[in-house]
């Protein structure tokens, strides 16, 4: 990439990178940034630290290529009712969901979901106990650990081919249609 690149050195601003095609800023979340020149392309990365405000100000400089801009929000998940939340909820939302190699179904990688025969689905351990028998031995139990199917009880356990089969047949499903059809929000456990 160096070849590419032409840094100005001397210039009195160094955070900028020009390309032949193109040029990019590059910069932290700061409220000087969120002023100046039009921008089409967005990139904003852990926006859930970004003052209230900001991520705004921010999408206000592609204002001018309205219909013709890419705007990149990624994060992890805020508080409820965050700005970041609100803008995750504007358009579609899909969550990444693994199937099951048994029944084909697709659903969320669940923690604890119980059925209504009582049982759990989802992320599933053995409680292994402590010495003391009153705490549980997390590391211990976590070495049990299966993924049960909600809907037909297959369960799939821990090993290379099956996390390769979860991430081969698994897929984006929508699961809010309402809102901006331009806005898609993906969201995914941070465990897969």
């Given at each position: 990439?160096?070849?590419?690149?032409?840094?100005?050195?001397?210039?009195?601003?160094?955070?900028?990178?020009?390309?032949?095609?193109?040029?990019?800023?590059?910069?932290?979340?700061?409220?000087?940034?969120?002023?100046?020149?039009?921008?089409?392309y967005?990139?904003?990365?852990?926006?859930?630290?970004?003052?209230?405000?900001?991520?705004?100000?921010?999408?206000?400089?592609?204002?001018?290529?309205?219909?013709?801009?890419?705007?990149?929000?990624?994060?992890?998940?805020?508080?409820?009712?965050s700005?970041?939340?609100?803008?995750?909820?504007?358009?579609?939302?899909?969550?990444?969901?693994?199937?099951?190699?048994?029944?084909?179904?697709?659903?969320?990688?669940?923690?604890?979901?119980?059925?209504?025969?009582?049982?759990?689905?989802?992320?599933?351990?053995?409680?292994?106990?402590?010495?003391?028998?009153?705490?549980?031995?997390?590391?211990?139990?976590?070495?049990?650990?299966?993924?049960?199917?909600?809907?037909?009880?297959?369960?799939?356990?821990?090993?290379i081919?099956?996390?390769?089969?979860?991430?081969?047949?698994?897929?984006?499903?929508?699961?809010?249609?309402?809102?901006?059809?331009?806005?898609k929000?993906?969201?995914?456990?941070?465990?897969?």
């Amino acid at each position: 990439v160096r070849p590419l690149l032409t840094l100005q050195r001397f210039a009195a601003k160094k955070g900028g990178i020009v390309l032949p095609h193109m040029a990019v800023k590059t910069s932290g979340a700061k409220e000087s940034m969120s002023h100046g020149l039009s921008i089409r392309y967005l990139l904003l990365d852990e926006a859930h630290l970004y003052e209230i405000g900001l991520v705004e100000k921010f999408l206000a400089r592609t204002s001018a290529f309205a219909k013709r801009r890419k705007i990149v929000i990624s994060s992890t998940p805020n508080q409820a009712g965050s700005e970041l939340e609100k803008y995750y909820n504007l358009g579609q939302i899909y969550e990444w969901q693994w199937q099951c190699p048994h029944c084909k179904v697709h659903q969320p990688f669940y923690w604890n979901k119980q059925r209504i025969d009582g049982s759990y689905a989802g992320m599933i351990w053995d409680t292994i106990l402590t010495d003391d028998k009153e705490h549980t031995n997390i590391a211990q139990s976590a070495k049990t650990a299966w993924l049960e199917c909600f809907y037909c009880k297959h369960q799939i356990h821990d090993n290379i081919n099956n996390r390769r089969l979860l991430n081969d047949t698994g897929k984006y499903v929508c699961i809010k249609q309402d809102g901006d059809p331009e806005v898609k929000s993906y969201t995914w456990p941070g465990f897969v």
